[in-house]
């Protein structure tokens, strides 16, 4: 089971909610960099892929522990966009 999962298994994120991250890795820094849409705060960084799905489940379980979020927005998904 790696490490994601094993946050989860401890029962890092309270209640077990699911949120989906976008992640993406920084160009200046090389940092991976995560944040969830529309959950305000929800974002966090890391230097391997790990890292940031740790330090995101630390950020989202303290952020709940001040009671279920009021979500600016819903992801959707992702859609390739075909230009010229």
């Not at 298994?9 to 960099?33: H, K, P, Q, W």
């Not at 969830?36 to 230097?47: C, L, N, S, W």
């Not at 709940?64 to 959707?76: A, C, R, T």
Request: aromatic share 8%; proline share 5%.
């Amino acid at each position: 089971m790696g490490t994601w999962d094993a946050e989860f298994e401890r029962g890092r994120v309270m209640d077990m909610n699911s949120y989906t991250a976008v992640i993406e890795r920084c160009a200046e820094t090389g940092l991976f960099v995560g944040y969830v849409p529309g959950f305000p705060g929800a974002h966090a960084q890391g230097d391997t892929l790990d890292e940031l799905k740790h330090h995101l489940v630390e950020v989202i379980t303290m952020l709940l522990e001040e009671g279920e979020p009021q979500l600016e927005s819903e992801f959707i998904g992702t859609h390739p966009v075909q230009v010229g």
